[in-house]
């Protein structure tokens, strides 16, 4: 089983480019969410979906867009990338109840110089 | 003050000690709480969900106090493959919406 699939792993863009990554999941799971991760915070939650067509803004949206027009699919996309956006990001997925695990894809290192 | 509150460490321990982590959080409507383990560059992964009524597994055990708003993780005879950071993960609803504290690292040397 793939589980959930990030692409890039790596990316490095310059101030003001504008980018999409890419996560899939293979296991039926209607809830999906993307996190930055910087030293010393912990995980944040940028966007995330409860299904298909359904989404929300979690605790860091701004610079950020989503959507969500297949259950398999939750692209993230980088309006106009700025070095505040240096960091590293997961996908994950999970059943959307609680007291499920979360799955996480492998993370996008991204810079921005 | 953040949603999840951990200690960061880093706990540098001898192979064979036990090692508790704390864990507290602010929101009373959380619904599930769990430890998640991440190596280094690594995704998060689930490493157990947190009962009221204390949970288990083999070397690990976790327990939950909903009184005071406190998680705790206890690891007992540590190896050297549990060095990691061990995160503290709490459900506030909606679907699986989880908050992450910044996690606790771990160091387990010979």
């Known amino acids: 089983n793939a589980g959930v699939t990030q692409t890039p792993k790596f990316q490095v863009l310059k101030t003001g480019q504008s980018m999409t990554l890419q996560c899939a999941q293979d296991?039926?799971?209607?809830?999906m969410s993307w996190y930055r991760q910087d030293p010393g915070m912990g995980l944040r939650l940028i966007h995330y979906?409860?299904?298909?067509?359904?989404?929300d803004q979690g605790e860091v949206p701004n610079g950020y867009n989503v959507s969500r027009s297949t259950t398999e699919d939750f692209p993230l996309r980088l309006l106009s990338a700025a070095p505040s956006q240096t960091s590293v990001y997961f996908c994950?997925?999970?059943?959307?109840?609680?007291?499920?695990?979360?799955?996480f894809g492998q993370g996008t290192r991204l810079t921005v110089v | 003050r953040k949603e999840v509150e951990q200690d960061p460490g880093p706990f540098n321990v001898p192979e064979g000690a036990t090692v508790a982590f704390n864990c507290t959080y602010s929101?009373?409507?959380?619904?599930?709480f769990f430890w998640y383990r991440q190596d280094c560059r690594k995704e998060p992964k689930l490493l157990m969900s947190?009962?009221?009524s204390g949970n288990e597994d083999g070397r690990f055990t976790a327990q939950l106090n909903r009184a005071s708003q406190y998680i705790s993780l206890l690891i007992r005879d540590s190896k050297l493959s549990d060095s990691a950071t061990y995160l503290c993960?709490?459900?506030?609803?909606?679907?699986?919406?989880?908050?992450f504290g910044a996690g606790t690292i771990l160091r387990v040397k010979s």
């Open positions: 994950a997925s999970s059943y959307s109840r609680v007291n499920t695990e979360a799955f």
């Open positions: 296991m039926n799971h209607e809830y």
């Open positions: 979906s409860v299904g298909a067509g359904i989404t």
């Open positions: 929101n009373s409507a959380s619904q599930s």
């Open positions: 947190v009962y009221s």
């Open positions: 993960v709490v459900n506030i609803g909606y679907g699986n919406k989880l908050v």
